[in-house]
């Protein structure tokens, strides 16, 4: 087999590698956006921050997240002691 084709060829599995990783990357980072509850324990800002990081992170791997979807995650996930915030935006 000529030296390109085998150069392609590794090329070739290389890129696959990467999509695989890609796509377990997504899950893991979407499974932990997806379960983050805010507890009551510690600042609220940090809560809402990392949060945004996580979509961050998720855009950066091609999977669009709209800020729209960020705020409802943020307020489906507050626990009841923030419900005048939810019913704030909600209307």
């Given amino acids: 087999m000529p030296e390109e084709e085998n ?3 590794f ?3 290389i890129a696959d590698r990467f999509v695989g990783f890609e796509n377990v990357e997504t899950s ?3 499974s ?7 507890k ?3 600042n609220i800002r940090e809560y809402i921050m ?3 990081n996580l979509v961050t992170r ?4 091609k999977l669009e997240l709209s800020d729209d979807i960020l705020v ?10 923030f419900s005048p915030f939810k019913i704030s935006y909600n209307t």
């Fill in 7 to 9: 150069a392609k060829k």
């Fill in 11 to 13: 090329l070739s599995q």
């Fill in 28 to 30: 893991t980072i979407l």
């Fill in 32 to 38: 932990k956006l997806v379960s983050m509850r805010y």
């Fill in 40 to 42: 009551g324990k510690g």
């Fill in 50 to 52: 990392e949060m945004s």
């Fill in 58 to 61: 998720l855009r950066a791997l």
């Fill in 72 to 81: 409802h995650l943020v307020l489906i996930y507050l626990p009841a002691q």
